[in-house]
């Protein structure tokens, strides 16, 4: 299948979430319409773990090949994970100012999350670093190993640690009605294609470059 179709497919599957939010999905009692971005907050949050969990395997993938793919994969997902955490962040901060009245709290659900996202654009700050390509790679793939340790932190803080942050992915669902859960794996469904054409995308775009980078090198040699 093209990634052309896929890109369509996964139109069509964001167009459909947004049908689950507004119109099959019930107004909360309590927040009212606000809640509502729950539904995008919350898959943007699941993707950018995976995204850093892809740069982990990536990562650690490249340290045992030293093939250059494996970087330019690890890279890719760091950059889509970097996007989607900081809008998980945002969306986070506005559903936040509607159900505690501000826009953040130190909550250790918040504080993981925010510690992994500037961990993360450190990462992609040193991808552009000024050193020979192989020994980037190499650092950046030790440093891809090393920062997943954040992303089990930020998974379990709401249980590990008191916190008003809701453990969603409980037992029972977060107690949320069966259509506010229809409407949450839709939405995580239609943003996990989006998730693999980002990613597709940018993997071809880098080993692109880096195929246009090692011809300039080749013809001023």
């Known amino acids: 299948m093209s990634l052309a179709i896929v890109a369509l497919i996964t139109g069509i599957a964001l167009c459909i979430g947004q049908y689950f939010i507004w119109i099959y999905a019930p107004i909360e009692m309590t927040m009212g319409l606000v809640q509502k971005i729950f539904y995008i907050h919350m898959p943007m949050a699941v ?4 995204s850093f969990f892809v740069v982990f395997i ?3 993938m490249y340290l045992l090949k030293r093939d250059i793919k494996f970087d ?3 890279g890719a997902a760091a950059e889509i994970g970097v996007v989607f955490s900081g809008l998980a962040l945002i969306t986070g901060s506005l559903w936040g100012r509607a159900a505690w009245n501000v826009w ?3 909550d250790p659900r918040l504080t993981t999350t925010l510690i992994m996202w500037f961990v993360y654009a450190a990462y992609l ?3 552009t670093s000024p050193m020979s390509a192989e020994r980037r ?3 950046c793939a030790v440093l891809g190993i090393v920062a997943f340790v954040d992303v089990p932190l930020v998974f379990y803080s709401a249980r590990l640690w008191r916190s008003v942050h809701p ?3 409980g037992a029972k669902g977060g107690g949320m009605a069966p259509e506010m859960l229809t409407t949450l794996l839709v939405n995580i469904s239609a943003f996990g294609l989006l998730w693999l ?3 597709v995308v940018r993997f071809r775009q880098a080993r692109l470059a880096g195929k246009i980078d090692a011809r300039l090198v080749w013809d001023n040699e």
């Not at 993707?47 to 995976?50: C, S, V, Y």
């Open 47 to 50: 993707w950018a773990m995976i």
């Open 58 to 60: 990536f990562s650690a």
């Open 72 to 74: 330019y994969m690890a």
């Open 104 to 106: 953040w709290t130190w």
């Open 125 to 127: 700050v040193l991808r």
């Open 137 to 139: 790679s190499l650092v």
């Open 167 to 169: 453990a969603v992915l």
């Open 197 to 199: 054409v980002l990613l």
